[in-house]
């Protein structure tokens, strides 16, 4: 697990990195803390999927981090952020950048504690891959990344935010999916497609419409069941 501390007070970021340090000891998770000390050092060094979770102050000098988190979500929107705060001013924008969390400095020992544990876990769900062989090569996708899987004739096409992929015929749609429906995030909406719920805007009378868009069914006969499971997801997941 890769963190980032960003703060422009040295003290801060000092005695935060050792509250983190002392909460993850206590877990089987091999951890990495980097500190920055302003917006800008750290935005040279991130790249899409190389932290799990930044910790990021608000009020700095030159980039606040309300301006920074703006382009790590464009970035990486599966990279969690918890601003640091005096006050909660911007708590209205961040959800413009999927804020995980706001905490009030001085942040304590108690407060790590309890948000720690489940930023482990999701670290551990982005690790997820789906492998796929596609042009004669080999490909590692994240299920974060998936937005749904859909069986089209004898092919498979894998939709993600930005892109789409077909595989041919050489595996079944059940044997591509069987590990992928193991994850508490997808589901079979009908048959032949499979959607990531994480990435559902709404469940609108028979359609799942999701973030890009795309509406995507849901079978009248699995209606009520992917409806209560779709709404349990919401209520303990985001």
């Known amino acids: 697990m890769r963190i980032a501390v960003i703060d422009d007070l040295e003290k801060d970021r000092e005695r935060l990195s050792i509250l983190i340090e002392e909460v993850l000891k206590k877990y089987n998770c091999p951890f990495l803390i980097e500190c920055h000390s302003s917006a800008e050092d750290f935005l040279e060094v991130f790249e899409e999927e190389s932290f799990d979770l930044c910790f990021m102050d608000i009020f700095m000098d030159g980039m606040n981090g309300m301006e920074a988190s703006q382009k790590i979500a464009l970035m990486d929107p599966e990279c969690r952020i918890i601003f640091l705060t005096t006050s909660m001013e911007y708590l209205s924008q961040g959800y413009n950048v999927r804020a995980w969390r706001y905490l009030i400095k001085p942040v304590d020992a108690q407060i790590i504690g309890q948000v720690l ?28 990344k998936i937005l749904y899987i859909v069986r089209v004739k004898r092919n498979i ?36 497609v499979v959607v990531n719920m994480a990435h559902v805007s709404k469940l609108e009378k028979a359609d799942f419409i999701m973030d890009n868009g795309d509406r995507i069914p849901v079978s009248q006969r699995r209606l ?12 303990e997941y985001l």
Do not use: W
């Open 157 to 192: 096409e894998i939709h993600m935010r930005n892109r789409m992929v077909t595989l041919s015929s050489t595996q079944s749609f059940q044997e591509t999916t069987e590990d992928v429906l193991k994850d508490y995030r997808f589901i079979l909406s009908c048959k032949g």
């Open 224 to 235: 009520s069941a992917v409806t209560d499971t779709y709404l349990n997801f919401v209520f």
């Open 117 to 144: 544990p489940e930023c482990i876990e999701q670290a551990e769900l982005n690790k997820r891959r789906l492998s796929v062989r596609l042009n004669g090569r080999n490909y590692e996708i994240p299920y974060s």
